[in-house]
């Protein structure tokens, strides 16, 4: 083979190992970033190939092209996925570890190979340096092609470990990118001692240290297994937190509805008390008419309709549950001097408890917010609508102004501090525990701000169908 010819063979070599470098980085990329795909990211990723191989047509080194994607890349995913650029970088972090990684492995390959056929040529024969070139056009052949399956390997396997990654902090590309800085760095270190010039003589590493031929790809080898592991136990870990926080939301609920339910109990235990005094207080009401203490007797009434008061609902909504939830919320805002206001009537469309869940988050967080305004100034409405085969809840109130909702968010961040660090980060499980139920039942929240008032609109799909007004 001759000059010419080894150096059109290389070059081909070159532009199918930068396609599938770009091909395998988009693999990666696209485990990272799950999110519904758009014609402008398809578009995108075409582009991103073409460019690659097009800059290796170009005289400049592999850092330049190298460089030149790094700043596309952040520039697309700050424009793209603003909130997520710590995960755009650990994606380039680990897609470079497993380059080098990849290539250190088949530089070993590429040795021994180049290893046995050169020793099968003859330095005397005429075709001396054709046989040269062909034989450096096969290890180049068999560096590109094991260069290439190694790395489609170990992205695919990333890929399926990063398949259910969400949120990455920066905290978590910090940990997860330590693996990725020691490969490349052991890679750099070990390519950079291959070949050294000492007193016009190459000190080539190979041939001092023949047993690295299989120590490098073995620490290769191990430096990926560990970057496969640290991310496997990553996610278990976020699994556990994720667990641990449903467990800790479904504590909550229970707790709150036990709550309700022991002020249903004493409610109707002050209602079964007043019906067994009733007699009592006839007797009494007689005694004094009979004594002709009308004055008293007025008193008396009095003192008694307002007891009546206390366990009269203001609301009747048409189920005792409800009725509790309601009416106790009514009574707590109007001591705050709060005014509340409801159009509800409940029934039974969907479970209880979970209706319960949602009336206990809303109304806390409207009654909440008001009690940091002046008093008199605050208010709270509350509306149950049905629209075809949906339930629709709305629940406003004024605050203060400073709860902003942030764009991209669902909900607005929570002003409380949480007990389970780094498990509740991005909100108060209030409006979470909300969301989940209206995600339940095929329906969702929708949060929105005008002026001074919050507005909370939570659709549900009815559970029982023949109950649809």
């Keep these: 083979m001759s000059q010419p010819a080894f150096e059109i063979v290389n070059s081909i070599l070159d532009i199918w190992k930068i396609a599938v470098q770009a091909i395998m980085f988009l693999v990666l990329w696209t485990a990272a970033f799950r999110e519904k795909k758009s014609k402008r990211d398809g578009v995108a990723a075409v582009l991103f190939i073409l460019a690659n191989i097009g800059i290796g047509f170009l005289p400049c080194t592999a850092w330049v092209r190298y460089g030149v994607s790094a700043l596309a890349i952040m520039g697309y ?243 005792a549950v409800t009725d509790v939830i309601i009416n106790d919320k009514c009574r707590r805002a109007e001591k705050a001097g709060i005014r509340f206001d409801a159009d509800f009537r409940y029934g039974g469309e969907i479970p209880v408890f979970d209706m319960g869940i949602i009336l206990n988050n809303l109304l806390d967080n409207a009654i909440e917010a008001c009690e940091k305004l002046e008093t008199g100034k605050g208010f709270v409405r509350l509306s149950l609508k049905r629209k075809k085969q949906f339930l629709i809840l709305y629940v406003e109130n004024s605050f203060d102004g400073a709860v902003p909702i942030s764009k991209g968010s669902p909900l607005p961040p929570t002003t409380k501090q949480s007990i389970l660090p780094g498990i509740i980060t991005e909100h108060g499980i209030g409006l979470e525990n909300v969301r989940d139920i209206a995600e339940r039942y095929f329906g969702g929240v929708n949060i929105k701000v005008k002026g001074d008032v919050f507005h909370v609109t939570v659709m549900l799909q009815q559970e029982n169908q023949d109950k649809i007004v």
């Design 77 to 319: 995913g700050g424009i793209r996925y603003k909130k997520q650029i710590g995960k755009a970088v650990f994606v380039m972090l680990a897609f470079y570890n497993l380059h080098c990684l990849g290539y250190l492995m088949a530089s070993s390959i590429y040795e021994k190979v180049m290893s046995v056929m050169m020793k099968s040529i003859d330095f005397l024969q005429d075709s001396y340096l054709q046989e040269v070139n062909q034989c450096m056009a096969v290890g180049v052949f068999c560096l590109t092609f094991s260069y290439s399956v190694l790395l489609a390997t170990m992205t695919l396997i990333l890929y399926r470990l990063m398949k259910d990654v969400t949120i990455m902090a920066w905290q978590d590309v910090i940990l997860l990118s330590i693996l990725n800085f020691v490969g490349s760095m052991i890679t750099k270190i070990i390519v950079g001692l291959l070949t050294v010039k000492i007193d016009d003589e190459l000190f080539i590493l190979f041939d001092e240290k023949p047993n690295l031929l299989w120590k490098m790809p073995l620490v290769a080898v191990l430096i990926f297994a560990g970057e496969a592991a640290l991310i496997y136990f990553w996610q278990r870990y976020r699994i556990l937190l994720a667990e641990r926080q449903k467990h800790f939301i479904e504590e909550q609920q229970v707790k709150a509805m036990k709550k309700r339910l022991e002020e249903a109990e004493n409610f109707y235990g002050s209602i079964r008390k007043v019906r067994h005094e009733m007699k009592n207080h006839m007797a009494n009401i007689k005694g004094l008419a009979g004594a002709g203490e009308y004055g008293e007797i007025e008193d008396y009434v009095r003192r008694m309709d307002e007891t009546m008061q206390e366990l009269e609902y203001r609301y009747v909504t048409g189920n």
